[in-house]
């Protein structure tokens, strides 16, 4: 298994990120996958999932700026992320949810200035 999550970087309050995570070595759309995210001295938090038939959930403090998507043909799954608050500054992961032992994988970094 390998995730690969990358498009963070450093954006203006207001601004907009589309995240990717590359998977390989299990089929996305088998899985329900979620966006969590890590800020500086906090826990991680799930962010975002999308389920095996397409259905969508987000965290309070992202519904209606954040939107979860996938590409079955290209086995990857998506985090469109617009109006960021500085707030939003973490390290964002992507993960399989509900397989176990977990892999994280390497996450990417979205800092949001104010």
């Known amino acids: 298994v390998q995730l690969q999550a990358y498009g963070g970087g450093l954006v203006q309050a207001g601004g907009s990120l589309r995240l990717s995570c590359a998977a390989s070595g299990f089929i996305v759309s088998f899985n329900t996958m979620g966006w969590y995210r890590q800020a500086p001295g906090k826990e991680r938090e799930l962010v975002s999932s999308i389920t095996t038939g397409g259905s969508t959930n987000y965290a309070n403090s992202v519904k209606g700026r954040f939107t979860i998507s996938r590409d079955n043909a290209k086995n990857t799954v998506y985090l469109q992320m617009n109006s960021l608050k500085p707030e939003d500054t973490a390290v964002y992961y992507c993960?399989?949810?509900?397989?176990?032992?977990?892999?994280w994988g390497q996450g990417t970094l979205v800092t949001v200035s104010s």
């Open positions: 993960k399989q949810i509900g397989v176990f032992p977990e892999y």
